[in-house]
């Protein structure tokens, strides 16, 4: 019983709905009823009561707003029973606000962030990446053969990378100049102590870390330092001077980079690119004999000079350029003489009669030679024809520093002296200039510090700066007539003997020509010889007669002699 009775009193409700349905206008619009009904049903006109009015629809309406995820509506519904929706309008969306980082990120883990919306109905959560190393910087400076670099580690988890390279060094302190194309060349050993000279590309020219290409190596560089025992030659270097390395006795060896287009080494010795020239040999390597192969078809004019320990040059069978003659290096028709073996225990040499020309460098720092013989002209019995051609010319440095050297006689037929020519022959004391010399070339006797008695022929015009410099023991200089200059510091630091017991200058000056040509503008005396002219040394003038008084000299069989 008590189960049947409530199904029973559903059924009856049921039907009582479907009446009240069926009796119903339908509702404004085509709103959807919440209660189905069929197209029939709402054309089928209901049916004709006439015991009740018809019943009007009156809706209530609730609006339901919308949210972040849901639209909102509105819902009318009736009291009969009748309902439906309207004015659906779109979701809101999520309000959200700004990300704010719950975990920060690291360089070695993520971090999180959240944010969440303005209505408080969700959060969400995203990964912030791995954050950027902390770098620390540290330049750490290039070295003599090491490369410079800037490292830099993180200070959270010691990551580290290094870069912005900089070239070593090489040796510093090099002195240089700046070519109008603003690369560099290097001039001079400067205040660089290294015996392994190692000169990059790039040359720091500050301590700053500014730096130049290097393109060349002046001449007579690294002349004379006998500290450098190897030298490293750059890619970058394109000239290399004469005379740069002479003198240099304790280089063993160069090297140049592989790079290099003009420059390769053999055996140490410095060659150019194809091999055919002898650029500059090693004055320190250990041989006493060098053989000029069959291709060499150039030396440079100091390639040999000064190396002391060479007694002899061959020349190889096939090399028709050049010609050795008793160790004697000489072009192939002995017309020039090259180099002579530094280190040859002769204390006297004859140059041969077929010389014309001392090359460069070519006795430079001869070790033992006490005297040099040079061929002059001499002609045939017809008085005309060249019997010995003489040698008409002496390259710069050609004597230079040769230790033993005591004599020289410049011959007549000689009308250059180049530079340099007879410096530092500190033995030298008997200089014979010949008449065919105009001009004594720049620096031609500096430091051959035993000249006492020195006589300037007539023919000679110009004595060139620094043709005597530094000749301190000087005493007697005649200055014959034909003198028209004496340049800059020619005579400085000569002539200063000091006095003699009655209080005269013991150095003497014999002027050839009286005190009005000596004062006149006939000739020029740079100022900075004056003193040593005028003031260290009595100045004579010269007379043919003895005026009674006064200093005049004249000669007495061909030296040059005072009156009193
Ligand atoms: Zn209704
Ligand atoms: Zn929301
Ligand atoms: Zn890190």
């Not at 004709?48 to 819902?75: A, D, F, K, L, Q």
């Not at 004055?283 to 069959?294: E, R």
């Not at 290096?329 to 004859?350: Q, V």
């Not at 510090?449 to 006589?455: D, G, H, K, P, S």
Request: proline share 5%; glycine share 8%.
């Amino acid at each position: 019983m008590k189960r049947i009775l409530p199904s029973f009193a559903l059924v009856i409700l049921a039907m009582t709905l479907l009446l009240a349905l069926a009796s119903c206008d339908k509702g404004p619009g085509d709103a959807p009823s919440l209660i189905n009904t069929t197209p029939e049903e709402t054309t089928t006109p209901a049916p004709e009561t006439t015991t009740e009015p018809p019943h009007e629809h009156s809706y209530t309406e609730v609006v339901t707003p919308p949210t972040c995820t849901e639209g909102g509506y509105t819902t009318y519904t009736c009291s009969c029973g009748d309902t439906y929706v309207d004015n659906q309008t779109d979701p809101l969306g999520h309000d959200w606000g700004e990300w704010k980082t719950t975990v920060a990120a690291t360089c070695t883990a993520v971090g999180t962030e959240t944010r969440s919306c303005s209505r408080g109905d969700a959060t969400e959560t995203r990964e912030i990446p791995l954050a950027a190393h902390n770098y620390v910087d540290t330049v750490i400076p290039p070295g003599r053969t090491t490369q410079g670099y800037t490292k830099h580690v993180c200070s959270v988890c010691g990551d580290s990378y290094n870069d912005n390279y900089t070239n070593p060094t090489g040796s510093v302190g090099l002195d240089f100049t700046v070519n109008p194309d603003d690369t560099i060349t290097i001039t001079g050993i400067g205040t660089c102590t290294d015996e392994d000279i190692i000169i990059y590309s790039t040359y720091y020219v500050d301590s700053q870390g500014n730096s130049k290409v290097v393109s060349g190596i002046a001449a007579n560089a690294f002349r004379d330092n006998t500290n450098i025992k190897t030298i490293s030659i750059p890619a970058s270097v394109t000239s290399i001077g004469d005379g740069a390395f002479a003198g240099c006795t304790k280089l063993t060896a160069f090297t140049v980079e592989s790079e290099n287009k003009n420059y390769s080494t053999v055996g140490g010795v410095l060659m150019s690119k194809d091999g055919s020239t002898i650029v500059a040999y090693p004055a320190g390597l250990n041989l006493t004999t060098y053989t000029v192969s069959a291709s060499i078809t150039t030396i440079s004019p100091s390639a040999f000079a000064g190396c002391t320990n060479l007694t002899a040059f061959e020349v190889a069978a096939g090399n028709a350029r050049f010609t050795a003659v008793d160790g004697v290096l000489y072009d192939s028709d002995k017309t020039t003489l090259i180099a002579y073996p530094a280190g040859k225990t002769a204390t006297t040499f004859t140059v041969p009669n077929t010389v014309e020309k001392i090359g460069d460098y070519a006795f430079f720092r001869t070790a033992k030679l006490a005297e040099i013989i040079l061929p002059d002209r001499t002609y045939k019995s017809d008085g005309v024809t060249v019997d010995v051609p003489g040698i008409s010319s002496i390259g710069s440095y050609a004597f230079y520093g040769c230790a033993e050297l005591k004599k020289i006689t410049i011959p007549n037929v000689t009308t250059s002296v180049n530079t340099y020519a007879f410096a530092n022959c500190t033995k030298l004391d008997e200089v014979n200039i010949g008449s065919g010399l105009k001009t004594i070339s720049t620096h031609c006797f500096e430091g051959c510090t035993a000249i006492q008695y020195l006589v300037i022929p007539e023919t000679v015009e110009v004595i060139d700066d620094y043709a005597f410099y530094n000749c301190t023991n000087m005493t007697t200089l005649v200055l014959r007539s034909g003198v028209k200059k004496i340049n800059y510091k020619a005579f400085t630091n000569c002539l200063n003997k000091g006095t003699d017991s009655n209080g005269k200058n013991i150095a003497r000056v014999y002027f050839e020509g009286a005190a009005s040509k000596w004062n006149s503008s006939d000739i020029s005396i740079d100022a900075s010889n004056w003193m040593y002219l005028t003031m260290y040394a009595d100045l004579y003038f010269y007379s043919e007669t003895d005026p009674g008084s006064g200093n005049y000299w004249r000669f007495v069989d061909g030296v040059a002699t005072p009156y009193r």
